[in-house]
């Protein structure tokens, strides 16, 4: 037993001495990659591989890479295993009796003496053998490592990495995986990259920059990347799922790439490495919200008036009205029709409107249906609004053919179901067979189409006898003639249009005609300016809507002619009244030339405001023959039909006497800015008879677009039309010579108090500054009547009203005017006379309000004008009540700044300024 314990304890002895000196032999096979691994990780960790350049980072990188692998190569090829016979050697140098190996030994002489001597001898060697002791080597480790470095470099780098901290980890990644991209040049790559928003947006590109996260982009945004690299770089999005793509080479030779955001991701470009980053953050794109503000009621000339409402964060880009039958046809118990609802721009984030859409002729007209607003962004998203009934409007047709020619229409439009499928006939596929199936095709029609088609037949039986009009006779059997041979449901609503026709032809006579083109051309002109359309193309409208709008008139003319009325003098005293507006021959012209001014300088707002306008007044015309001596309807202070004088209150009566004599001076005064500015260019001779002023004044002095009703003074966007167009709001800015009865017979701008006719004196011939001067003396004498001003009498009439620092601002500008005039200085003259019609327009609209507001107590009819949201109410569509529309003045500036702009850019040669004047020219 004690000899296998000692033979145990010699072999443990042997395995560690075994295992040092396996250390050692490894020590000195590898202890130069030791040493080079430990400054490796102190410099990593120091940081010293950032503070590079990554180039020299990246060569250091791989030169250590190199090293260490030589280095591991060499310690292999040195390394040798030790044996247990070198450990067994080593302990047996300690005693002469080499006791390690010697216990290996076997007697040679097997008899009994011999066995006594070998056990007291293997007793010895096993004595000696636990009395060896482990080698400690040191000599062969101090010979290796004299200075100790197995302990010291481990140590510093323990050291360094605890003062390194959470730093560590990443130094470590960046010197092990350092920017080998570097030694190309990568470090050099620039990377240009920016995020397009949807158009519908509106919002400008988002240009990134390097190191910028967490930028909010619209979703759906684009974002594209733009770089110059030898090979291809890589795009790589990273968010709930990892997309990759190379770039494409561009013309120039650069690589771009563009994706599409609709999540948020991280966005990266790989080549040698990472060489640009950014996380980007997608904001949702929110569904537009809408909703009635009053619901569904009949308006006027069979409309559907309603107002409402509508948001959406970028913008709403169509609207339309939701119709579904309450009471559908079986056949098709989902149906649903939308009627376009015209809006005023083609992106609008936020809707406050009153519509007026005409809903007479749709196929459901006189039924009740279930109603709902429907508004969609631009990204397809839908809102929708609740949904009210209502009941249709139906056209009135006491006409006996309009009424046939309605309920045809109807029951071909209101079937929703299609023709039935024909089964070929190849028997008529033969020599002289007749193919009767595809000769009567109503066998395959739906009932309704069928039951149109015979009522069609029974109207036209003997119809050349019966129907006065041979024309309504064709009309219905061209109808039925289509029926016969329609194939399809399309071709069959096909006769839609020609029985329409034929039962407003029938109903109206001739002006429907005239009305339907003046609306198509309206909507022509509005939709080129709401889409900001080419000037070519707008001019070209512009005529179209021009014709039309003679065209009807003309037919209106025809109408009341052959309804026994008379032909009214539209160049002299004859009017034609809609609605309570006036409108001359000279006028209605006017405010086509104002309407075009405004075109041609681009002014879309003002001019889709006046263009609605005057379709509402054409469309609510009343001929009558003019009277000399009575007043312009709707003009404020005039009497309502069947109020006599003696009935208006005595100050309302003065202050429209007022108001008149005011109204006459600012056109005067308009006219002459005008005649000063045409003089300025060139355009009027500076003769001293004046004579060119004074036929403009004549001929081109009329004002036109007053109010309809006297609580309509006010409105802004109705005046056009004249030489000197009037002020937004100037309602009363009329015609002084047709349309005034004052007292004792005298004309507005006379001197009543001395009987001579100084209201004439601008009329009359002299200069320019002789005119001003002429105009500054009827403010004098306006303001003494009126008790303001020097030389005035004690009573005022309208005390309170007038505002004297007003008049002597307006009278300062006329003097500065005069006095520039005197001088030949155009130029500042026009700005001091626009100053003096500025003024006067203020002081004419208050008076105006003044006295509109006096009305309505009387009359108690100012609630009667207002739409849902107490704005006043104006033409069809009209949504710009607030709608500045310039006067003729400014409008001539405009067209001049124009052209100066035209001509700049034709002649220029600077490109960066031939861009510059580019976009100024552009329509928005």
């Avoid at 005609?513 to 359309?533: H, T, W, Y």
């Avoid at 003494?784 to 601002?809: F, K, Q």
């Avoid at 507001?853 to 009819?861: A, I, K, S």
Wanted: glycine share 10%; no cysteine; hydrophobic share 35%.
């Amino acid at each position: 037993m004690a000899e296998k314990d000692g033979l145990k304890t010699i072999g443990a002895k042997v395995a560690a001495t075994r295992r040092r000196l396996g250390l050692l032999a490894f020590g000195r096979a590898f202890w130069p990659l030791f040493v080079f691994l430990i400054l490796f990780l102190a410099m990593a960790f120091a940081g010293a591989f950032d503070q590079l350049p990554p180039a020299f980072g990246a060569v250091l990188a791989i030169l250590f890479l190199v090293s260490g692998i030589i280095f591991l190569m060499r310690g292999i090829r040195r390394y040798r295993p030790v044996s247990e016979a070198e450990a067994a050697h080593l302990l047996d140098q300690q005693s002469p009796l080499r006791p390690v190996s010697s216990l290996s030994d076997r007697p040679a002489d097997p008899s009994r003496g011999a066995q006594a001597l070998w056990v007291r001898h293997r007793n010895r060697l096993l004595k000696a053998a636990r009395e060896l002791k482990l080698p400690t080597l040191s000599a062969e480790w101090r010979q290796l490592d004299p200075f100790r470095l197995r302990y010291v470099l481990p140590a510093a780098l323990v050291g360094i990495a605890v003062l390194a901290a959470g730093e560590g980890p990443g130094r470590l990644m960046r010197a092990l995986n350092p920017d080998y991209g570097a030694l190309v040049g990568a470090d050099d790559m620039t990377v240009e990259a920016w995020v397009t928003p949807p158009d519908h947006t509106g919002r400008a590109p988002i240009f990134l920059k390097p190191g910028l996260n967490d930028v909010r982009v619209p979703r759906g945004s684009e974002i594209t990347l733009r770089t110059e690299a030898p090979s291809a770089p890589r795009l790589v999005l990273k968010g709930q799922h990892r997309t990759s793509e190379k770039f494409a080479v561009t013309p120039d030779g650069a690589w771009e790439a563009k994706a599409i955001l609709t999540e948020d991701a991280r966005v990266s470009v790989q080549w040698w490495g990472e060489r640009a980053a950014w996380r980007l953050l997608t904001s949702p794109d929110d569904p537009p919200t809408v909703e009635f503000v009053s619901i569904p009621t009949y308006g006027r000339l069979d409309r559907t008036e309603f107002a409402w409402t509508a948001k959406d964060d970028y913008g709403v880009v169509r609207a339309e009205l939701s119709l579904r039958l309450r009471e559908p046809h079986p056949a098709a118990p989902d149906e649903e029709d939308r009627v376009p609802i015209p809006l005023a721009a083609p992106s609008m984030p936020d809707i406050k409107d009153a519509t007026q859409i005409d809903l007479t002729r749709h196929r459901w007209a006189g039924l009740p249906v279930d109603v709902q607003l429907v508004v969609t962004d631009a990204s397809g998203q839908e809102g929708t609004s609740e949904t009210v009934p209502f009941v249709l409007p139906e056209k009135l047709f006491l006409d006996p053919v309009a009424r046939v020619a309605q309920e045809v229409r109807v029951t071909v439009l209101r079937e929703p179901r299609d023709y039935a499928q024909q089964e070929p006939n190849l028997s008529a596929l033969r020599q002289d067979a007749i193919n009767t199936d595809a000769a009567n095709r109503l066998n395959i029609a739906p009932p309704d189409i069928q039951k149109a088609a015979l009522m069609l037949d029974s109207v036209t039986l003997m119809g050349e006898r019966y129907m006065p009009n041979q024309a309504y006779y064709l009309t219905f059997k061209m109808a039925e003639g289509m029926l016969e041979t329609a194939g399809t449901k399309e071709e069959a609503e096909a006769v839609d249009p020609l029985l329409w026709s034929l039962a407003l032809k029938a109903e109206y006579g001739n002006a429907a005609d005239a009305l339907r083109r003046l609306e198509a051309a309206r909507r022509a002109l509005e939709q080129a300016l709401r889409d900001g359309a080419s000037e070519e193309e707008i001019r070209r409208r512009m005529e179209a809507f021009r014709d039309a709008a003679n065209e009807y008139l003309a037919a209106r003319m025809a109408e009341a002619m052959a309804n026994g009325g008379e032909m009214p003098d539209m160049n002299q005293d004859g009017m034609a009244s809609g609605g309570g507006k006036s409108l001359g021959g000279q006028d209605f012209e006017d405010m086509l030339n104002a309407l075009q001014d405004l075109t041609d300088t681009g002014a879309t707002e003002q001019a889709r405001q006046l263009l609605s306008d005057i379709t509402n007044m054409l469309q609510n015309l009343d001929f009558q023959r003019g009277q000399s001596g009575t007043g312009m309807s709707g003009m404020p202070g005039s009497q309502s039909d069947g109020e006599d004088q003696e009935d208006v209150p005595q100050e309302e009566q003065q202050m429209t006497d007022a108001m008149r004599r005011l109204s006459e001076i600012l056109r005067e005064q308009r006219q002459l800015n005008d005649d000063t500015l045409a003089q300025q260019r060139g355009d009027l001779p500076n003769n001293p008879s004046g004579q060119s002023g004074q036929e403009s004044g004549q001929q081109s002095g009329q004002q036109s677009g007053e109010q309809s009703g006297g609580q309509q003074g006010q409105q802004e966007g109705q005046q056009a039309g004249q030489g000197g167009q009037g002020m937004p709001g100037d309602p009363s800015a009329g015609d002084g010579s047709q349309g005034d009865s004052r007292p004792d017979g005298e004309r507005p701008g006379s001197n009543g108090s001395t009987g001579t006719d100084e209201g004439d004196a601008p009329q009359a011939g002299g200069t320019l500054a002789e005119r001003q001067a002429r105009l500054g003396e009827l403010v004098e004498q306006f303001a003494r009547e009126h008790g303001l001003g020097e030389g005035a009498g004690e009573e005022n009439a309208l005390s309170g009203v007038l505002d004297p620092e007003a008049l002597a601002a307006i009278r300062e500008a006329q003097r500065d005017a005069e006095r520039d005039l005197a001088r030949g200085r155009e130029g500042a003259a026009s700005e001091d006379q626009a100053r003096a019609t500025q003024g006067l327009s203020e002081l004419n609209r208050n008076l105006a309000a003044m006295l509109d507001e006096m009305q309505r107590e009387r009359t108690n009819e100012g609630q009667a004008r207002n739409d849902p949201f107490g704005r006043e109410t104006g033409g069809m569509g009209n949504n710009g009540d607030n709608v500045r529309i310039p006067e003729e003045a400014e409008r001539q500036r405009a067209k001049d700044i124009l052209e100066e702009l035209r001509r700049r850019y034709n002649e220029s040669d600077d490109e960066e300024e031939r861009e510059y004047l580019r976009r100024l020219l552009d329509r928005f």
